[in-house]
């Protein structure tokens, strides 16, 4: 889960790589590093901590150099250090930059000590430099010594090399990670997401597993798993430079809140006519698989399957259809039995989630009756590999804790229950009012925020908490595992979500005046049920805070705060609309505890490993 950052050029490259790294630093905070070519040497520059550390670095020492290679790191081997950290070389001539993990690394490690390689870190990474170098001695060419070396590699990789010995060029390899090429006019660059070079070209191409490519300033050479010389599509990313800046927010995650409306309302865009929703939003194959569809599976990890988790209720509710939701990670290692015309779905920001992936690739062979991706970025493996796909189009989402890439899924989650209801029902007057509803999200979402003032005084009550405890019913339960996870995720609040219904059997024992319990209340038919769980907490002590429908018929009183939401809404728009003020409250705790909120602890945005 490590950002990589490469550039060849005629110009200084130093703060190309510095911004792309600002840019990726969502996807590791551990440590940060740069290797250059200077007047024929190869130069290198680490530091422990976030890029600030390394740009302090750079100013006390600066480098200049027409080619380099960059990286901000999330440890997975090895502790977060100095010595840790990328770029990592062989020798003084030879330096790599990689994202994922080599599962046989011990095994090359020993080979390579044998040989009389010493090893300055504990990482996977530092295997493959001194592996390259190891090949370079019985072979001219630096393109050929990477290909021998990823041969020998198990496990997942993206990386970059460069060489003095080869000073007008980049070597790059995939396997199961993203890395993109970023072309230019006499320059090129290399780089793990888009992002990151959006400030210097919009034309990209994606590399296929297996492939290894030969950079160079004026060219790019890519060759396939089996040596074949190939030529990749360029596309063109519709992302703008200016969509990564905070935009006068405090925060990435303020900023990315209150942007839902919008991201929602784009979601829906032009997939919806005349009160129909639009099967081509799907795909062209899209119709005759939903008519087949029998049943639905969900894949997804962390947010994503709390998203999934909803949808299931709405599936089996409306289209009376089967739904089963696994996480990703878990359902690797099982073996499912699959229905006969079940409908594989997977749920992902970046579409790069090693485990949603594998999933995937599983799926293939598992007899589905389709594949459909549910994701925010256009030019991600999870999209290029799936039959179907639905585009979220929240834009670029920075901050760690994701907040309008859930919204948006669940909006694109709301679409796939109409579809299938537009292929399995018998009543378009139902369909008519599910669309309705759908299209009035994007307003009630700005309504809701309206309660940030609201959110940021409550916060005050979280200050001194170290436990909370988040409730819901039906499909609001996946809601409060969301609150939850927020919660904990960048205020570093130890939560968890239960159903309401399972208070008596085992969490009532945790209540107390201490631990804040969090209740999502609209006006559905489990609201009476919701209203004798709490009375439960309340009679041992417990310290409320609902938010609540503003017909459900709740007012404050001692031990019990009502957060009244600012209008009604339907069961089918509920857990969108509830979502937000969590999200503000998990915020402003945040502020309050003095948490990096954009970056939390431990934690990377785009998680690339298993």
Same mark, same amino acid.
């Given at each position: 889960m490590c950002g990589i950052v490469g550039a060849v050029a005629e110009r200084n490259v130093v703060p190309i790589l510095m911004e792309g790294l600002r840019r990726l630093e969502y996807r590791g905070y551990d440590s940060a590093g740069v290797a250059v070519i200077e007047h024929g040497k190869l130069e290198r520059r680490r530091r422990l901590g976030k890029v600030a550390e390394l740009e302090s670095a750079?100013?006390?020492?600066?480098?200049?150099?027409?080619?380099?290679?960059?990286?901000?790191?999330?440890?997975?081997?090895?502790?977060?250090?100095?010595?840790?950290?990328?770029?990592?070389?062989?020798?003084?001539?030879?330096?790599?930059?990689?994202?994922?993990?080599?599962?046989?690394?011990?095994?090359?490690?020993?080979?390579?000590?044998?040989?009389?390689?010493?090893?300055?870190?504990?990482?996977?990474?530092?295997?493959?430099?001194?592996?390259?170098?190891?090949?370079?001695?019985?072979?001219?060419?630096?393109?050929?010594?990477?290909?021998?070396?990823v041969a020998d590699l198990e496990g997942a990789y993206a990386l970059v090399v460069i060489?003095?010995?080869?000073p007008d060029r980049m070597i790059l390899a995939r396997w199961a990670m993203p890395v993109v090429i970023g072309l230019g006019i006499e320059e090129n660059f290399v780089a793990s997401d888009v992002a990151a070079l959006l400030p210097v070209t919009r034309r990209f191409v994606f590399l296929d597993d297996g492939d290894v490519a030969d950079v160079r300033k004026?060219?790019?050479?890519?060759?396939?798993?089996?040596?074949?010389?190939?030529?990749?599509?360029?596309?063109?990313?519709?992302?703008?430079?200016d969509a990564t800046d905070k935009g006068g927010y405090r925060h990435f995650m303020l900023k990315e809140i209150f942007e839902q409306p919008r991201g929602v309302a784009q979601t829906l865009e032009e997939r919806i006519s005349q009160g129909r929703l639009l099967d081509a939003a799907f795909g062209p194959a899209s119709a005759e698989v939903f008519r087949q569809a029998n049943g639905v599976h969900i894949i997804a990890c962390g947010t994503s399957y709390h998203a999934g988790a909803v949808a299931r209720y709405f599936i089996e509710q409306i289209c009376k259809l089967p739904c089963s939701v696994d996480i990703a990670s878990e359902y690797r290692y099982r073996s499912p039995v699959v229905p006969?015309?079940?409908?594989?779905?997977? %749920? &992902?920001?970046?579409?790069?989630? *090693?485990?949603?992936?594998?999933? #995937?690739?599983?799926?293939?062979? $598992?007899?589905?009756? +389709?594949?459909?991706?549910?994701?925010?970025?256009p030019e991600s493996s999870l999209v290029r590999e799936s039959d179907l796909v639905m585009l979220t189009r929240a834009g670029p989402e920075i901050g760690v804790a994701s907040t309008k890439a859930f919204t948006t899924q669940l909006a694109a989650l709301c679409m796939l229950v109409i579809a299938l209801e537009q292929h399995h029902g018998n009543d378009p007057?139902?369909?008519?009012?599910?669309?309705?509803?759908?299209?009035?999200?994007?307003?009630?979402?700005?309504?809701?925020?309206?309660?940030?003032?609201?959110?940021?005084?409550?916060?005050?009550?979280?200050?001194?908490?170290?436990?909370?405890?988040?409730?819901?019913?039906?499909?609001?339960?996946?809601?409060?595992?969301?609150?939850?996870?927020?919660?904990?995720? %960048? &205020?570093?609040?130890?939560?968890? *979500?239960?159903?309401?219904?399972? #208070?008596?059997?085992?969490?009532? $024992?945790?209540?107390? +005046?201490?631990m804040p319990v969090i209740?999502?209340?609209?006006?559905?038919?489990?609201?009476?049920?919701?209203?004798?769980?709490?009375?439960?907490?309340?009679?041992?002590?417990?310290e409320l805070i609902v938010f609540a429908d503003p017909a459900a018929g709740m007012e404050s009183s001692e031990g019990v705060t009502i957060i009244q939401m600012p209008q009604k809404v339907s069961y089918f728009q509920a857990p969108i609309v509830y979502t937000v003020p969590m999200q503000l409250l998990a915020y402003h705790v945040a502020i309050l505890k003095g948490t990096?909120?954009?970056?939390?602890?431990n934690l990377a945005k785009s998680v690339t490993v298993e």
């Amino acid at each position: 889960m490590c950002g990589i950052v490469g550039a060849v050029a005629e110009r200084n490259v130093v703060p190309i790589l510095m911004e792309g790294l600002r840019r990726l630093e969502y996807r590791g905070y551990d440590s940060a590093g740069v290797a250059v070519i200077e007047h024929g040497k190869l130069e290198r520059r680490r530091r422990l901590g976030k890029v600030a550390e390394l740009e302090s670095a750079l100013d006390a020492t600066p480098l200049s150099s027409p080619i380099g290679i960059a990286h901000t790191r999330w440890a997975t081997h090895g502790a977060p250090s100095e010595s840790n950290a990328h770029p990592h070389m062989s020798g003084d001539q030879l330096a790599i930059v990689h994202n994922g993990i080599i599962e046989n690394y011990e095994q090359l490690r020993d080979e390579l000590v044998a040989l009389g390689y010493t090893f300055e870190s504990e990482t996977d990474s530092e295997v493959v430099v001194h592996r390259i170098h190891h090949y370079l001695k019985t072979r001219d060419d630096l393109l050929d010594a990477v290909r021998a070396t990823v041969a020998d590699l198990e496990g997942a990789y993206a990386l970059v090399v460069i060489s003095e010995a080869h000073p007008d060029r980049m070597i790059l390899a995939r396997w199961a990670m993203p890395v993109v090429i970023g072309l230019g006019i006499e320059e090129n660059f290399v780089a793990s997401d888009v992002a990151a070079l959006l400030p210097v070209t919009r034309r990209f191409v994606f590399l296929d597993d297996g492939d290894v490519a030969d950079v160079r300033k004026d060219r790019v050479r890519v060759l396939d798993r089996d040596g074949l010389e190939v030529t990749r599509p360029v596309r063109e990313s519709e992302i703008t430079a200016d969509a990564t800046d905070k935009g006068g927010y405090r925060h990435f995650m303020l900023k990315e809140i209150f942007e839902q409306p919008r991201g929602v309302a784009q979601t829906l865009e032009e997939r919806i006519s005349q009160g129909r929703l639009l099967d081509a939003a799907f795909g062209p194959a899209s119709a005759e698989v939903f008519r087949q569809a029998n049943g639905v599976h969900i894949i997804a990890c962390g947010t994503s399957y709390h998203a999934g988790a909803v949808a299931r209720y709405f599936i089996e509710q409306i289209c009376k259809l089967p739904c089963s939701v696994d996480i990703a990670s878990e359902y690797r290692y099982r073996s499912p039995v699959v229905p006969p015309d079940t409908l594989f779905v997977t %749920i &992902s920001q970046s579409g790069e989630t *090693a485990d949603t992936l594998a999933a #995937l690739h599983l799926a293939r062979e $598992a007899g589905y009756l +389709a594949t459909l991706a549910i994701c925010n970025v256009p030019e991600s493996s999870l999209v290029r590999e799936s039959d179907l796909v639905m585009l979220t189009r929240a834009g670029p989402e920075i901050g760690v804790a994701s907040t309008k890439a859930f919204t948006t899924q669940l909006a694109a989650l709301c679409m796939l229950v109409i579809a299938l209801e537009q292929h399995h029902g018998n009543d378009p007057a139902r369909i008519e009012g599910l669309i309705k509803r759908l299209l009035e999200v994007p307003r009630l979402i700005e309504q809701t925020l309206t309660l940030d003032a609201d959110m940021q005084r409550l916060a005050e009550r979280f200050a001194d908490k170290h436990h909370a405890l988040f409730l819901g019913r039906g499909s609001l339960h996946p809601i409060a595992m969301e609150g939850a996870l927020k919660l904990k995720e %960048i &205020s570093y609040i130890h939560a968890e *979500a239960y159903p309401a219904g399972e #208070l008596k059997h085992g969490p009532l $024992a945790l209540v107390d +005046a201490d631990m804040p319990v969090i209740a999502v209340a609209p006006n559905n038919d489990l609201l009476e049920k919701l209203k004798s769980n709490l009375m439960e907490v309340r009679a041992r002590g417990g310290e409320l805070i609902v938010f609540a429908d503003p017909a459900a018929g709740m007012e404050s009183s001692e031990g019990v705060t009502i957060i009244q939401m600012p209008q009604k809404v339907s069961y089918f728009q509920a857990p969108i609309v509830y979502t937000v003020p969590m999200q503000l409250l998990a915020y402003h705790v945040a502020i309050l505890k003095g948490t990096d909120v954009d970056q939390p602890r431990n934690l990377a945005k785009s998680v690339t490993v298993e």
